[in-house]
């Protein structure tokens, strides 16, 4: 089977562990089997863990099993360093590193819900696509 690559936005992450139903958390399963192949920077990987551990209650996930979940992304994943900086590029400041990853990766997809958010990375090459498109591209 392929290998899918993509940036994997914060708030898909978040909403696969919150919920196991959906396409976010089918894209962790993904991730796990080895079918998507995540793409990530020091950066992102913090920010992953600054929200898993500020909504460690409401995802009822201990710091063992944060640290875990991490630890396994990053087992799965392809790091990327950014060399580069494209900035200020998209609407929220916040999200130019998820841009910059991308770009760093080779025009990797960034799969997200917040879409207009990064209308301008679209002049990258770079696909933004909501996480059901993206898994009809994994499952095709």
Same mark, same amino acid.
């Given at each position: ?15 696969? /562990?919150?919920?196991? %139903?959906? +396409?976010?958390? $089918? *894209? #962790?399963?993904? @991730? ?26 409401? /995802?009822?996930?201990? %710091?063992? +099993?944060?640290? $875990? *979940? #991490?630890?396994? @992304? ?26 910059? /990853? ?12 917040? @879409? ?25």
């Amino acid at each position: 089977m392929k290998k899918y690559r993509g940036v994997i936005d914060t708030n898909i992450l978040f909403a696969g /562990l919150y919920s196991a %139903s959906g +396409a976010s958390h $089918q *894209i #962790l399963r993904y @991730i796990d089997n080895n079918t998507i192949v995540p793409i990530l920077s020091t950066t992102l990987l913090f920010e992953y863990e600054d929200i898993l551990k500020r909504n460690q209650k409401k /995802l009822e996930l201990t %710091s063992t +099993a944060i640290e $875990q *979940i #991490l630890n396994a @992304i990053c087992k799965r994943g392809e790091e990327h360093s950014i060399h580069f900086l494209w900035r200020p590029q998209l609407s929220d400041p916040k999200d130019d590193h998820i841009l910059e /990853l991308s770009v760093a990766a080779g025009c990797a997809d960034i799969v997200t819900f917040n @879409i207009r958010d990064f209308a301008n990375a679209e002049s990258f090459g770079i696909r933004i696509i909501k996480p059901d498109l993206f898994i009809n591209f994994v499952t095709r």
